[in-house]
């Protein structure tokens, strides 16, 4: 079955930085768009980045600029860099699936239906 699961998670004072992983199996992998989401306490889940199976990439106006995704389909692994990360970054990080291969539906939950059980990334200042 689909499987996905994160790692990398951590925790780093302002300024720091992380990378995650999302590592992947039960399917094909390099024919899906994948994204990367994050929920913060009391707060709804939002979308952070997603790209397509040929590597075109989407960010939340609030990380462009400081998180970089990217995906190794021989290694059926999505990865997010985060640099100088805030505060305000603090979040459970999810990776997802999108429901249909070979499309993206953006960063809207809806659109994806696999998900992981999340990794927690704390920013203090």
């Known amino acids: 079955q689909v499987q996905l699961v994160e790692s990398g998670g951590g925790s780093v004072q302002t300024g720091g930085s992380l990378r995650l992983s999302c590592a992947t199996s039960?399917?094909?992998?390099?024919?899906?768009?994948m994204g990367w989401f994050r929920q913060a306490p009391g707060k709804e889940r939002e979308g952070v980045s997603y790209?397509?199976?040929?590597?075109?990439?989407r960010y939340a106006d609030s990380v462009k600029g400081r998180f970089t995704i990217s995906r190794d389909n021989a290694k059926n692994t999505m990865y997010l860099q985060m640099n100088s990360l805030k505060p305000e970054d603090t979040a459970i990080y999810y990776c997802?699936?999108?429901?249909?291969?070979?499309?993206?539906?953006?960063?809207?939950?809806?659109?994806?239906?696999?998900w992981g059980q999340g990794t927690q990334v704390t920013v203090s200042s």
């Open positions: 790209i397509y199976p040929g590597g075109i990439t």
């Open positions: 039960g399917f094909t992998f390099s024919s899906f768009c």
């Open positions: 997802a699936r999108h429901q249909s291969s070979g499309a993206c539906g953006g960063l809207e939950s809806r659109w994806y239906n696999s």
